[in-house]
């Protein structure tokens, strides 16, 4: 078949947007088919018919809904002669495991707290919210949130998760997400005029796969850079480190860890670099028999020091040596082990508990004390751990002063401070930051929860005023405003404030 023909059946098809540039298509139909096929290019979508259901969350005793009509999908939940519903916005995820939502409230992106689990043909809470006391539609979605799974949002700059109309230039993974901007290859269609992954050198080139396939335990953008600035071609340090812990022993794994547990492998150590997620994965060609495909895949390495038994036609090598175990963050899902073991791992019931940080590859030595501390913050507020954020304190308040413009370096100081009960030190932190970057309204938030907690309530209400003219739904800006109108005597403006908020969010 020629290849005019294929794009030709390629552009009559309904494809979501921007999985495959329609200009693509016309010189390389064949792989932009074959891509169309692929779980990246379904990665987002607008709002379909979903399947009706019910259910208590049995941890929050809050009762969920779900029904589709013509008007669109709607969600409910009901806690305590409480309710609330929203409609649906966009679907995340092609459903191979399972699939969640986001609603649009203005301009505002939010996370619904409801999944489908595709692989059990059931609604349960989305992955997060197991524990959650009360899940509902307030879980801000912001930019990091969605670069692995829109291909072109459209934020609105200092903001936390607000969209422009539309929200998304494109919405599944577009073909540039892996080879860079296409304008100079469209130009000049010849090889070097765009990035094929293959070619670059390890680590830029393991890079563009673990833009999306390496989460780590934090990410830290460099100063001045958004983790939205990576380009395919580039390390992935040039724009921010990863850091990642070592993860306890067991038979589950971490959804987004493809990369670090393919490292890990016997397969990937020995192979000096050259084994890579390509080796095994084509994009732009989904096997119509898994099993085979990936068997051939093996022992294109394997094939000639293996047993005649053990290498014969029908064995399926990932089902032995790449279990699907249960993910410890997925939800109600199981993923392959990138780990490639010769046999089944066993589960330690006594674990070692992970270790401490460290970057899945250095950034510049000027940088890595930095990026290093800020990441340990990080870590250590999340999961409370003093030991942590006190750690990288002390090497960032060392050299504070070459930090003096640096909002991420002045924020995670402050927030260390406010923690340890010295509001007056991490507000000194926060009134920098507002003179940095003025309208971001959570900065606005931050100098306001340091008056608070230095017994100056009436001082904080500009601050919280402000943040919520910058942001009107910024939760945490709403309720400690309601809170300090009340402690202040001004109980109508609490519940004026409360109630418009409400009304925003669909509360009834």
Excluded at 78 to 95: D, L, M, T, Y
Excluded at 368 to 395: C, K, P, T, W
Excluded at 397 to 422: H, M, N, W
């Amino acid at each position: 078949m020629s290849k005019a023909i294929l794009a030709a059946m390629l552009l009559a098809v309904a494809m979501p947007a921007c999985a495959a540039e329609p200009h693509c298509a016309q010189c390389h139909a064949k792989e932009v088919l074959g891509y169309r096929q692929s779980a990246m290019a379904h990665s987002l979508s607008q709002a379909t018919p979903q399947p009706d259901g019910s259910f208590e969350h049995a941890f929050s005793k809050t009762r969920f809904s779900i029904r589709s009509s013509s008007s669109g999908v709607i969600q409910r939940f009901e806690r305590g002669g409480a309710s609330s519903e929203q409609k649906i916005a966009f679907v995340i995820g092609s459903g191979v495991h399972a699939y969640g939502y986001l609603v649009e409230v203005g301009d505002h992106l939010f996370q619904s707290p409801l999944s489908y689990y595709s692989n059990r043909h059931q609604w349960d809470v989305a992955p997060g919210y197991e524990e959650s006391r009360s899940p509902d539609f307030s879980r801000p979605v912001t930019l990091e949130c969605l670069l692995c799974h829109a291909g072109k949002p459209q934020p609105i700059p200092d903001t936390l998760n607000r969209y422009q109309t539309p929200a998304f230039a494109g919405e599944s993974i577009s073909c540039e997400r892996c080879h860079g901007p296409g304008e100079a290859h469209e130009k000049l269609p010849r090889a070097g005029s765009i990035i094929n992954p293959a070619k670059l050198a390890g680590a830029a080139r393991d890079s563009i796969c673990e833009q999306c396939h390496l989460a780590g335990e934090v990410r830290i953008p460099n100063p001045g850079k958004s983790i939205a600035d990576f380009q395919p071609g580039q390390l992935l340090e040039d724009t921010y480190t990863i850091y990642i812990a070592a993860q306890p022993a067991g038979e589950t794994l971490k959804v987004i860890s493809h990369s670090e547990q393919l490292a890990l492998s016997v397969c990937a150590q020995k192979s000096a670099g050259k084994l890579w997620c390509g080796t095994c994965h084509n994009p732009h060609e989904i096997p119509a028999q898994p099993a085979a495909y990936f068997r051939d895949r093996c022992l294109g390495c394997h094939g000639a020091t293996l047993e005649k038994s053990h290498a014969a036609p029908g064995r399926d090598c990932v089902a032995c040596h790449m279990p699907r175990l249960p993910a410890r963050d997925g939800g109600h899902t199981v993923f392959t082990d990138h780990r490639i073991t010769r046999q089944p791992r066993q589960g330690s019931a006594n674990a070692e508990p992970p270790a401490t940080l460290a970057a899945w590859r250095e950034p510049e030595p000027r940088l890595r004390d930095r990026n290093f501390a800020l990441a340990l913050i990080a870590v250590g507020l999340q999961n409370e751990s003093s030991r942590e954020a006190v750690r990288g304190y002390r090497m960032l308040i060392q050299d504070e002063k070459d930090y003096s413009d640096d909002p991420a370096v002045l924020t995670s100081l402050g927030s260390v401070l406010l923690r340890a009960k010295q509001p007056a030190e991490a507000l000194r932190r926060f009134e920098k930051v507002l003179l940095l970057r003025p309208a971001y309204a959570p900065y606005e938030v931050n100098a306001a929860s340091a008056l608070i907690a230095a017994g100056r309530k009436a001082e904080s209400v500009p601050h919280l005023e402000r943040a919520l003219d910058l942001d009107p739904l910024l939760e945490p800006a709403v309720e400690l405003l309601r809170g300090v109108y009340t402690d202040l005597g001004e109980g109508a403006k609490a519940a004026e404030l409360v109630g418009r908020y409400k009304r925003e969010m669909g509360y009834r």
